[in-house]
C-alpha cells in the first residue's frame, strides 16, 4: 500500500522551529487519511496499522495515541473492529473500513489530490528556479 | 529468548487502568485490554524481552496517565452523544472544558441551557405553595421568570432575569426598586412546562451537535502529542 505523504522530508532545506512545527501539523493532518488509506480492503490490528503510516508513510506516531485515533474513527462510524484470536496465541483487534468509512476516504482522498496538485503547481517552478539558480552560482565558481 | 519482565507491563496495564477514571468498566478493560495486545505483539516483534527493551515499548505508548486522560475525555464525549441524560452531558462537556477554550464555552452555553429548564421546572413545583412569590415579574428595567420577595423597595428577584440590552442570568440581577408587575397569572404553568422541555431538548441537541462537530475531532490537542517533528525521539512535544 503506498500513502500520500512522501517518507521524505517535506523541508528538505528548512531547519528552524516554525518549519518544523509546520512540517508537524501538516503531517498531523494527513493521520486520519493515512490510516483510512491503510485499511482500505483489509483487516488489521493496531501495529500492523502502525508499520504502514511509519514505514510507507514516514508517519511517526505515539503508539498509544494510535489507539485513541482508531476509538474515535469507530464512535464516527468510519471503521468496526473485532477481536480475533489467531496464531500468535493472543487476542488482537482488527480494523477495517465500514461503508460510511470507504465514502469518507473517497472524499479526503480526493479532496487531497486536489489541494496537493494545486499546491505543487504553485511551489514547483518557485523551487525550480531556486535549484537553477544554484546551479548557476556553482557554474560561475 | 528470555520472559519479559512482567511487572513493568502489570504496572504500566495498572496505571492505565487506574487513571481512566469515570469511565464504564467494559470500555475500559476493553482499551487495557488492547494495549496489552500491543504490547505483546511488539515483544513478538522484537524478539529480546530484556527490561530495557519492554522500557522501550512502553515508553513509545506514552505516559499511562496521559494516555489515560485522553480516553478517558473520549470515553466521556462519546458517552455524552449517546445519552439524554443532562448529568451525563454536563459530565462529558466539564472534562472537555480542561482541554481548551472551546469545551469551556460549550460546557457554560450548557451550563446556562439547564439552568434554565431547572429554572422553569422549579416554578411548576413551587408556584402551587407560593402563589404570590412565583411568576414572570416585570420590574424597572428587568424581567425575571422565577421568585419575588414580595417587597416595592430593594426587591429581591431571583430565576432567569433579562435586563436589557445585554444582561440575561441566572440567579439575581441585584435589588431593584419601583413596581413588580406578574404578567401571565396561571399561564404560567404552560409557559413553564414547554419552556422546561424546550430547554431540556434544545440544550441537549445543542451540546451533543457541538461535541461531535469539535469535541470528537481527530485534531483536538492530544495529550500526549504524536512525535512527527523530525529529529524527536522523545513523545512530549
Known amino acids: 500500500m503506498q500513502c500520500m505523504v512522501s517518507k521524505a522530508p517535506i523541508l528538505t532545506e528548512a531547519q528552524g522551529t516554525n518549519a518544523d512545527r509546520w512540517e508537524a501539523q501538516l503531517r498531523k493532518g494527513t493521520l486520519e487519511l493515512a490510516i483510512l488509506a491503510g485499511l482500505h480492503n483489509q483487516k488489521l490490528y493496531g501495529l500492523q496499522i502502525l508499520r504502514i503510516l511509519e514505514e510507507d508513510c514516514g508517519l511517526e506516531v505515539l503508539e498509544g495515541t494510535l489507539y485513541l485515533i482508531l476509538n474515535r474513527l469507530r464512535s464516527n462510524g468510519l471503521v468496526e473492529s473485532e477481536w480475533i484470536t489467531a496464531g500468535s496465541g493472543h487476542p488482537r483487534k482488527y480494523y477495517w473500513l465500514t461503508s460510511k468509512g470507504e465514502t469518507h476516504l473517497q472524499t479526503m482522498g480526493l479532496a487531497w489530490m486536489q489541494f496537493s496538485a494545486r499546491i505543487t503547481d504553485l511551489v514547483a517552478p518557485i523551487l525550480r528556479k531556486e535549484a537553477q539558480h544554484v546551479h548557476s552560482a556553482k557554474g560561475k565558481h | ?237
Request: charged content about 15%; some cysteine.
Open chain 2, 1 to 237: 529468548m528470555s520472559t519479559p519482565p512482567k511487572v513493568s507491563i502489570d504496572q504500566y496495564l495498572a496505571a492505565l487502568s487506574k487513571a481512566c477514571k469515570g469511565v464504564q468498566t467494559a470500555a475500559r478493560d476493553e482499551f487495557v485490554q488492547e494495549i496489552h495486545s500491543h504490547i505483546l505483539d511488539r515483544l513478538e516483534v522484537e524478539g529480546d524481552h530484556s527490561e530495557a527493551v519492554v522500557s522501550r515499548i512502553l515508553s513509545a505508548l506514552g505516559d499511562p496517565k496521559a494516555l489515560a486522560k485522553q480516553f478517558t475525555t473520549d470515553a466521556l464525549l462519546q458517552r455524552a452523544t449517546r445519552t439524554t441524560s443532562p448529568w451525563l452531558i454536563l459530565r462529558g462537556l466539564a472534562r472537555w472544558s480542561t482541554a481548551g477554550i472551546a469545551g469551556l464555552l460549550v460546557f457554560i452555553a450548557t451550563l446556562f441551557g439547564y439552568g434554565l429548564a431547572a429554572v422553569c421546572f422549579l416554578c411548576l413545583i413551587l408556584k402551587p405553595f407560593i402563589p404570590d412569590h412565583i411568576g414572570l415579574w416585570l420590574s424597572p428595567n428587568t424581567l425575571t421568570l422565577g421568585y419575588w420577595d414580595g417587597h416595592l423597595v430593594n426587591s429581591f428577584l431571583v430565576g432567569t432575569s433579562l435586563r436589557p440590552p445585554i444582561f440575561c442570568v441566572l440567579g439575581t440581577l441585584g435589588p431593584t426598586n419601583g413596581l413588580v408587575h406578574e404578567l401571565v397569572g396561571v399561564w404560567i404553568y404552560a409557559i413553564c412546562a414547554v419552556g422546561a422541555g424546550l430547554s431540556l431538548v434544545a440544550t441537549r441537541l445543542f451540546a451533543q451537535w457541538m461535541i461531535r462537530q469539535f469535541g470528537l475531532k481527530k485534531d483536538r490537542p492530544t495529550n500526549p502529542s504524536p512525535r512527527m517533528m523530525r529529529g524527536q525521539s522523545g513523545y512530549a512535544d
